[in-house]
């Protein structure tokens, strides 16, 4: 372990944790050892976490449900708060059914484990997460990428493996650019393959499918409570026929206690709360815009996307670190997202956009970011 622990150092990605308290009065604001930052790192898109509508749903949901399930789902940890949930995000969708998982990872990985196993090919975009990619290793399913966003090479492997699956991301959680779905959803019908989502960020942000009686564009959609929706735990949605399979074959899903039925709660009131409150996704919409506006007038280079996660590439670990602490000096709190998270030579700074960042937020990232780049070790990143 030390050995390990030595080489990461050396190389500049051993992995360090920070306590990282959030301020109840300032939703965007974040303490770390006594110094206040502005959050550009958080998932909590639509900065639901401390909204009062949902907080007064949690202590209700906890007087009547109590704190844990208290069993695996197939034992006694299923109550009505689960099912209401399913049934919702089957109508926000237009899935014919839902399987709530304690966490996106465990969902990923207990759906593929089930629905795989040694005779499976599986084509992937090349920027899945991880959780995708260790569900289908530990399926035994053979596992093919193609290149990120490319559907002329998705193709090209489609037309040569008789291929189970295509799985790709709806929004990127690196990059924040979005997957061409429509056009896979094409493909697949044409090669007579099944299409995965996982849509951990794009879920609240951008909707898949929310129209009534409209198909979903993919045949199976994973969402994630814990991003847009500002709690925890994750569901599987698809044909009423997976669901009732992956009931009795999902590892993850029988032998875990149930999410609690307080979660259940808070996902279910989070997403009726995004779609009463449309001007939610209005306002993270222009802060994304005014954010990139910004970035442009001063010539930064962000990774080209059009959703909350931006990105900008310094290409070196240790390097991405150091900007990232000078932010911190700057009072922002902005990741450094390193290699294996994401590929050699483009460890990058990853800016999260909220809807609850206010202008003057913003203008000071984008003056921080300008002086960083001012200095030469930086200056490709304009
Ligand atoms: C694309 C994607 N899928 C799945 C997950 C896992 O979700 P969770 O954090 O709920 O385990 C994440 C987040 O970490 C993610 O970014």
């Known amino acids: 372990m030390q050995a390990a622990i030595d080489l990461s ?14 301020i109840p009065e300032h939703t965007t604001q974040i303490d770390v050892e006594g110094k206040r930052y502005i959050n550009f790192s958080s998932n909590d898109y639509l900065g639901l976490n401390r909204e009062p509508a949902l907080l007064d749903e949690l202590h209700k949901a906890t007087l009547k449900y109590g704190l844990g399930s208290g069993s695996s789902p197939l034992v006694s940890g299923y109550c009505d708060a689960h099912m209401k949930l399913e049934q919702l995000l089957c109508q926000q969708t237009g899935h014919q059914a839902a399987l709530l998982f304690n966490s996106g990872f465990s969902a990923n990985h207990g759906l593929m484990t089930a629905l795989f196993d040694k005779t499976d090919h599986i084509i992937a975009d090349k920027l899945i997460h991880a959780s995708i990619i260790d569900g289908i290793s530990h399926s035994g399913a053979v596992l093919k990428r193609f290149i990120h966003n490319k559907v002329e090479h998705a193709e090209t492997l489609l037309k040569k493996y008789n291929t189970s699956a295509l799985v790709t991301e709806s929004v990127f959680s690196m990059d924040g650019d979005c997957a061409p779905v429509e056009y896979l959803s094409m493909l697949c019908q044409k090669y007579h393959t099944q299409l995965i989502v996982d849509d951990a960020h794009g879920f609240g942000v ?29 569901a599987v949605l698809g044909s009423k026929q997976l669901i009732d399979y992956l009931v009795s074959h999902s590892r993850e899903y029988i032998y875990s206690t149930a999410l609690s039925p307080i979660n259940a709660c808070l996902a279910y009131s989070a997403c009726k709360y995004i779609a009463d409150n449309p001007e939610l996704q209005s306002q993270l919409m222009s802060n994304i815009a005014y954010f990139k506006q910004q970035a442009k007038r001063r010539n930064i280079d962000l990774i080209e996307s059009e959703m909350p996660i931006q990105g900008v590439i310094i290409g070196d670990p240790e390097k991405a670190v150091e900007a990232s602490n000078q932010l911190k000096s700057d009072g ?12 050699k030579n483009t460890d990058r700074l990853r800016i999260t956009i909220t809807a609850k960042h206010s202008t003057e937020d913003i203008d000071q990232c984008i003056t921080a970011l300008d002086k960083l780049f001012m200095n030469e070790e930086y200056c490709h990143a304009r």
Do not use: D
């Open 9 to 22: 150092a050396e190389k500049g990605v051993l992995r360090r944790r920070v306590i990282v308290n959030s």
């Open 332 to 343: 922002l709190w902005v990741g450094a997202i390193r290699t294996p998270t994401v590929p």
């Open 206 to 234: 951008i909707n898949l499918c929310v129209a009534p009686n409209v198909q979903p564009k993919c045949n199976i959609q994973i969402i994630t409570f814990g991003k847009a929706l500002g709690c925890q735990g994750a």
